[in-house]
């Protein structure tokens, strides 16, 4: 029982640790590479997606030097297909891995508070899987080039969150019809 109270005291510690300190954004990412289509594997709930039963994919665009277009499509729970259109900005020019997103008119552009933090926390070396969040630890995505990911890779990028303070408990899979 001795040796027990400080293991437990010591992992509470490193758990409120992980959660005062912010996540950690990818040290490097090719902004070209991540461009394309990614299929949503899992997320945190979220009010963005909140019509999103099935088929969740991103296209992301490169407009200009910091700039990039967004392209949400999923299914609703009738089967409808939806659209929702944002942009990106490269907020950290050194690492491209943490920009900003807007899913607001451009009207609205100038108002801080339609920006939302969109950190590449991970990306394979390949490209073909990247794990995206929040600083608050709000919003969390893990994307794939293709439909499917493993289960070791999943389990992977789940204990790369969890260790960044995300709740991965929260954690939904994303239904991925093969239309």
């Known amino acids: 029982?001795?040796?027990?109270?400080?293991?437990?005291?010591?992992?509470?510690?490193?758990?409120?640790?992980?959660?005062?300190r912010e996540p950690q954004a990818a040290a490097h990412v090719d902004a070209d590479r991540y461009m394309g289509d990614w299929y949503e594997i899992a997320r945190l709930p979220n009010r963005l997606e909140r019509d999103c039963a099935s088929d969740v994919t991103s296209t992301y665009e490169r407009r200009t030097e910091e700039a990039i277009r967004v392209t949400y499509r999923c299914r609703d729970a009738d089967g409808e297909?939806?659209?929702?259109?944002?942009?990106?900005?490269?907020?950290?020019?050194?690492?491209?891995?943490?920009?900003?997103?807007?899913?607001?008119?451009?009207?609205?552009?100038?108002?801080?508070?339609?920006?939302d933090d969109w950190w590449i926390l991970?990306?394979?070396?390949?490209?073909?899987?990247?794990?995206?969040?929040?600083?608050?630890?709000?919003?969390?995505?893990?994307?794939?080039?293709?439909?499917?990911?493993?289960?070791a890779d999943y389990a992977a990028f789940v204990a790369h969150a969890a260790d960044q303070g995300y709740d991965t408990r929260k954690l939904v899979r994303t239904p991925q019809s093969r239309r």
Do not use: N
């Not at 490209?127 to 493993?150: E, H, K, N």
């Open 81 to 115: 297909a939806q659209r929702i259109r944002g942009v990106a900005r490269i907020r950290d020019m050194a690492s491209h891995a943490k920009l900003e997103m807007r899913f607001a008119p451009l009207a609205l552009a100038w108002w801080p508070f339609v920006w």
């Open 122 to 151: 991970e990306v394979t070396p390949a490209y073909t899987q990247m794990m995206v969040g929040d600083p608050s630890r709000q919003t969390l995505w893990i994307f794939a080039r293709t439909r499917d990911m493993s289960d």
């Open 1 to 20: 029982m001795r040796t027990i109270v400080p293991l437990l005291f010591l992992l509470l510690s490193l758990s409120a640790l992980a959660q005062t």
